[in-house]
């Protein structure tokens, strides 16, 4: 799930600001030469809190200020269009955006344009989303944008990102607070020695400011984790502030005041039992003493039985829906599936706790920040045969017992009681549980290569099947079977194919049948095949040491490959290429040949143990890869008698 309020930062929000005031000590000319190859920079991204105290509680308003520099004519291609952000937690309520053309000519945007800006997952932000264009966009001149906001709930400061998609010449942020407030604040990223702080302490207030000069682009990949795991940002929060009568109030002090907050928005709910609820679950249930199978059941039915759709607004955004009414819509958030499975659990006799999580796309742990923006996501935690299973009500495909994939190695924070909570690291599901197994059988004929597919999936590989076949539609489908079946050449053609996947169980299996024209290569008498069907990582060598950000994996895994090639009758093996095994401390593989009887086999085995590659790593990464590409050159040949 994707946390809104941690990508707000990475919006390029343009500045409104004196052009001399920031370019006096240095020109168009010097900053075009100082970035020959860049389209545009920003001159300026600036954000400024203020923080006070207002009917006892924390106050606080931003003012962004930004202004990006066009250095080309052509920047204004896809440069000229920008947006900003507006929620009921961070709400604008004023803002300016002209274009201060290279002439000094100010011309200002009067068309705006609002809509909802819904992410992939929703936690808690209502987002909506205002564009436009900035008008005479060309050499030299200078974009601006000044947002001004109210943050309703203190307890959400976004983090602040030093960095964009082009380079920053100042960025910076600055917090003003109340000199007897205490303000915590953590450095995360690649280049948090690049960023300079100063803390200057007046008679009513004190001012940090964290200025990163000459931040360059930001550099993104692919395969990368998400961008608060190394982008370089600044998050801050209040950990107590002294109210009007001079009495310490603690804010987020610690984790009790993070669980207080969290609780705060259970409390209440889910009281009693509807008769349609209560039905449900005995039926369920019915005829069952394990408390396991009840758990089972109970989470499946919550998986197939209600949609999941994300929606928020404000503090729906925190407080799950009662399960009553859940079970009634049919749907719901993934709080609201925290709720009606917590509920039903309970009332099955079954120990079940409210469960706030962050998943993997965010680098926080609960145990280091008691912050609201640990967590993006909502789960139901239960306590069966004294182990914690954590059920992921959102992810229809997932096996009882797993986590859900993006939820390993997280923090949870498990709800207990009005005063008692748990702090539990969810575990990440080892490669042993996770593994595809493809088996081809091939034949030589004198149209070419005719052949079987037998593939079998556990663990994660048999969710992401089981989700194909209930999201994709039957074209799309085809094609996408057709594209994890393809091997040998482009030349591959898919026949028939079918998907075995019973609903509740760890496995799946796939089988298919396949042709392959010109594959293999009769010279004479002689037939001289490559059995690499599949040259797995070609060209994904990790440009090292030049790269400095980690790679993501879904989860760790062992894959299989076995081909298996009849051996024509009259014909015997003339040259059957040797094998190599290579691991390192990284990964590895395994390649190997052999004949038994009149089969050539040729088993590959490939392993990751890592869900997150960091770069210290990626020297042992292409190590293996220097190994494995040779061997993917060698052809057998088969001769006649």
């Not at 105290?53 to 066009?70: A, H, L, M, N, T």
């Amino acid at each position: 799930m994707k946390n809104k309020n941690l990508t707000l930062s990475f919006i390029l929000i343009l500045a409104l600001t004196a052009r001399p005031l920031l370019t006096g000590a240095q020109s168009f000319e010097s900053v075009k030469k100082q970035y020959p190859d860049q389209q545009a920079v920003l001159l300026s991204k600036t954000q400024h809190y203020t923080i006070s105290i207002k009917d006892g509680q924390p106050y606080v308003e931003s003012r962004d200020v930004q202004q990006i520099e066009y250095l080309t004519a052509q920047a204004s291609a896809y440069l000229s269009q920008y947006s900003f952000y507006n929620s009921d937690f961070q709400q604008v309520v004023a803002y300016e955006a002209y274009t201060q053309t290279a002439r000094d000519k100010k011309l200002k945007v009067n068309a705006f344009k609002t809509s909802s800006s819904m992410d992939d997952f929703v936690f808690y932000d209502d987002v909506k989303e205002t564009t436009f264009d900035f008008p005479s966009v060309g050499e030299g001149a200078v974009g601006n944008l000044e947002v001004s906001r109210i943050n309703k709930n203190p307890h959400l400061l976004n983090p602040f990102y030093f960095a964009s998609y082009v380079p920053v010449i100042n960025s910076e942020l600055k917090i003003s607070a109340p000199k007897d407030m205490v303000i915590r604040y953590r450095l995360m990223g690649t280049d948090t020695a690049k960023v300079e702080l100063n803390i200057e302490k007046k008679r009513h207030e004190n001012i940090y400011t964290f200025r990163f000069p000459n931040c360059p682009a930001e550099k993104r990949y692919g395969d990368a984790p998400d961008q608060p795991w190394y982008a370089t940002h600044v998050i801050f929060y209040i950990d107590s502030y002294q109210d009007e009568n001079g009495n310490r109030i603690r804010y987020l002090s610690n984790l009790d005041d993070l669980y207080q907050l969290n609780y705060s928005f259970t409390k209440t709910i889910n009281t009693g039992l509807q008769p349609e609820l209560k039905y449900i679950v005995d039926s369920l249930t019915a005829g069952s003493s394990s408390l396991r199978e009840r758990a089972k059941r109970i989470y499946s039915w919550v998986q197939h039985q209600i949609k999941y759709v994300a929606f928020e607004q404000g503090m729906e955004g925190f407080i799950p829906r009662d399960a009553n009414l859940v079970c009634k819509r049919r749907f719901g958030d993934c709080k609201d599936m925290s709720s009606i499975l917590t509920t039903m659990m309970k009332a099955a006799g079954i120990p079940a706790y409210y469960t706030w999580i962050g998943t993997r796309n965010l680098p926080y742990a609960f145990s280091d920040l008691p912050l609201p923006l640990v967590s993006n996501h909502m789960i139901c935690t239960i306590r069966v045969d004294d182990q914690y299973i954590f059920l992921d009500g959102t992810d229809p495909t997932c096996i009882f017992g797993f986590p859900s994939a993006g939820i390993q190695e997280k923090e949870a924070m498990i709800s207990i009681s009005e005063k008692e909570y748990k702090i539990l690291k969810v575990p990440a599901i080892s490669k042993k549980e996770n593994t595809l197994t493809d088996s081809t059988w091939l034949e030589l004929t004198d149209q070419g290569i005719e052949g079987r597919i037998k593939k079998i999936f556990t663990g994660y590989f048999s969710m992401h099947q089981k989700g194909k076949l209930q999201y994709s539609n039957k074209a799309d489908l085809k094609d996408e079977i057709k594209n994890e079946c393809s091997r040998g050449s482009n030349k591959f053609i898919l026949d028939s194919f079918q998907i075995e996947a019973v609903p509740g169980q760890d496995s799946a299996a796939l089988t298919a049948s396949f042709r392959l024209p010109d594959y293999a290569r009769k010279l004479g008498p002689d037939w001289y095949l490559n059995l690499n069907l599949f040259k797995f990582y070609e060209h994904e060598e990790i440009d090292y040491p030049k790269r400095k950000i980690p790679i993501a994996y879904n989860f760790k895994y062992r894959r299989s490959y076995v081909t298996l090639l009849k051996i024509p009758e009259g014909y015997k093996v003339d040259y059957l290429p040797k094998g190599k095994s290579y691991h390192n401390a990284v990964w590895g593989f395994d390649l190997q040949y052999e004949q038994k009887g009149n089969l050539l086999i040729l088993t590959q085995e490939f392993d990751n143990d890592h869900l997150m590659l960091e770069p210290d790593q990626f020297a042992l990464w292409n190590k293996v890869l220097e190994n494995l590409f040779p061997l993917y050159k060698e052809t057998l040949s088969l001769t006649k008698i």
